[in-house]
């Protein structure tokens, strides 16, 4: 679906990405991320055709963004982050505007605005001034304008900023409905939206991908050490004392419960070392029950400081 291969770019004697290659297939959300400054930005506004490329190739549906680019247009709806909005324009008479400079086909024009409005949720404001609205109706309608034309590719940059926590939920929500229809790729700050929502993510640093795959994955590959909690009952010392002796078990931190003689205890192991049956017998020997075991995967926004952390070292 969309295809970017060695892009490149540069500002002078300053390059803001390169030999960036990745891919986004049908249906997709990726998810991309990057400290300020990184290119993001530019690699957006390279694909949605704002800004050219020094070299490299980018695709969207097939089609190459410097040779066709009126038929790669067509095929993307873009939601910069501060949404392209006419104030002093009704919501309606905008999103009536935004369909004839897309040029889509009159007779199918108020049906899909009709349909645009009721999928973000917008009807009931569609005779009000845009400048008169919340910042929440406002991110709406920037959405909205661009789905005009069903486009096939959405691209997304920081959609829920500034909005409430009620307000980012419906906006995820709607987000991950419209990767039934739509390919996105989505740019956010907020790394727990980026978990809830993408399948994949790209995180870029300094110009270049530092990491490519799912939030899943990069956790796994990015973990020095594993880290689960397990809840015990017994008494604590001798639990931390019984759960340092066993191999492979890098630290132990107890977090006492509100429940007599019941605690729960952090533990840090060695990576590639399942230290869970050995837990279990060592226990088992002493009559200390587990009562829940939860695994601590490293977080996304673990990954990407270490990301750039690591990378600002190395320079």
């Given at each position: 679906m969309i295809e970017i291969i060695d892009l490149t770019k540069n500002y002078?004697?300053?390059?803001?990405v390169k030999d960036l290659n990745f891919r986004v297939e049908k249906g997709e959300i990726l998810g991309f991320l990057g400290p300020n400054g990184a290119g993001k930005s530019t690699t957006m506004n390279i694909i949605t055709g704002f800004i050219p490329s020094t070299s490299g190739t980018v695709?969207?549906?097939?089609?190459?963004?410097?040779?066709?680019?009126m038929e790669v247009k067509k095929r993307i709806g873009y939601l910069p982050e501060r949404p392209p909005l006419y104030f002093d324009m009704v919501v309606k008479d905008f999103l009536y505007f935004i369909s004839e400079l897309k040029l889509?086909?009159?007779k199918k024009r108020k049906s899909q605005i009709n349909d645009i409005m009721e999928l973000v949720k917008i009807?009931?404001?569609k005779?009000?001034?845009?400048?008169?609205?919340?910042?929440?109706?406002?991110?709406?309608?920037g959405l909205a304008q661009s789905l005009i034309g069903n486009?096939?590719?959405?691209?997304?940059d920081e959609p829920t900023v500034g909005l409430d926590p009620q307000q980012i939920i419906e906006i995820r929500r709607l987000i991950k409905a419209l990767s039934k229809e739509h390919t996105i790729i989505l740019s956010s700050h907020i790394l727990p939206e980026v978990s809830a929502v993408c399948d994949r993510v790209v995180i870029i640093n300094e110009g270049k991908i530092?990491?490519?795959?799912?939030?899943?994955?990069?956790?796994?590959g990015f973990g020095k050490s594993t880290k689960f909690t397990i809840r015990i009952a017994g008494p604590q010392k001798s639990i931390v004392n019984l759960l340092k002796e066993v191999y492979g078990i890098r630290y132990v931190e107890p977090h006492p419960s509100n429940e007599k003689d019941i605690c729960d205890y952090i533990i840090e192991t060695e990576k590639d070392i399942d230290v869970r049956r050995p837990v279990f017998f060592e226990?088992?020997?002493?009559?200390?029950?587990?009562?829940?075991?939860?695994?601590?995967?490293?977080?996304?926004?673990d990954i990407f400081l270490r990301i750039v952390t690591e990378e600002k070292e190395v320079g």
């Open positions: 002078g004697l300053i390059t803001g695709k969207v549906c097939g089609y190459d963004i410097l040779e066709n680019q889509v086909d009159k009807t009931n404001v005779d009000r001034m845009v400048k008169n609205l919340s910042k929440g109706y406002k991110q709406r309608v486009p096939e590719v959405l691209v997304l530092a990491a490519i795959d799912t939030p899943e994955n990069l956790s796994k226990l088992a020997k002493v009559g200390y029950p587990i009562l829940e075991l939860k695994s601590l995967d490293m977080s996304l926004e």
